[in-house]
């Protein structure tokens, strides 16, 4: 206390109000994390998700790890109500899952982005006024995108199956119901997946994982 009354009067206050801005911050970052909230994540805007979905495939195959999390942020803010922090730290995970797994070169490798995909999930589950199974639903979700990363090895079919075994677990619905909205899934994809090969046009320096992703 001698020690801050010793200095001038414009800089204690520059510091009092330092402190005080830090503390409303915390107190506002704690409060947006541990607050009671749901969502029915069934209902949500799909022209808006499939704008934001293609927008994130080419972040994605760009390697644009701010964008994408940025994206993912935005999806769950204006789609499932989540608050800004919890969103942020939701789409951290989801972000740093997909670039763990891009980044891999084997099933092995591609595991390693389970951890943050059950986590992910998780805090989905969390909110969502509807259950299922969070470890399944991580599980299939990293499946499909092993499957799409290997989809020369799968027979035609395997990819939309797949995503809509993902989304059915989710969701809580029959995957048949979904297969055709994953088989569009997967045509946006496919061309995000286009578009960034043509941007990348004659560039051959690209890392391993993002040749396979885009096809180069």
């Known amino acids: 206390m001698k020690l801050l009354s010793r200095l001038p009067r414009l800089l204690r206050r520059t510091l009092l109000v330092f402190v005080l801005v830090v503390a409303a ?35 994605y195959y ?3 790890r701010v964008k994408l999390f940025r994206q993912l942020g935005q999806l769950l803010r204006r789609q499932y109500g989540f608050s800004y922090w919890r969103s942020q730290t939701v ?23 389970l951890p943050d995909l059950v986590r992910f999930y998780s805090d989905i589950r969390s909110a969502s006024t509807s259950d299922f199974d969070v470890e399944r639903a991580a599980q299939l979700e990293l499946e499909w995108w092993i499957v799409h990363r290997e989809r020369a090895r799968h027979a035609p079919g395997d990819l939309e199956r797949a995503l809509a075994a993902a989304a059915a677990e989710v969701y809580r619905v029959a995957p048949e119901r979904l297969v055709r909205g994953r088989r569009v899934v997967a045509q946006r994809e496919t061309a995000a997946r286009q578009l960034t090969r043509q941007r990348v046009g004659a560039d051959r320096c690209l890392r391993p994982a993002d040749q396979r992703d885009v096809g180069v």
């Open 62 to 64: 760009s390697r644009e």
């Open 25 to 59: 911050l915390a107190a506002w970052i704690a409060f947006d994390l541990l607050r009671p909230h749901s969502t029915d994540i069934r209902r949500f805007d799909p022209e808006e998700v499939a704008r934001l979905d293609t927008a994130m495939w080419r972040s």
């Open 91 to 113: 789409a951290y995970r989801a972000a740093r899952s997909a670039f763990v797994f891009k980044d891999g070169s084997s099933r092995a490798d591609y595991e390693r982005a």
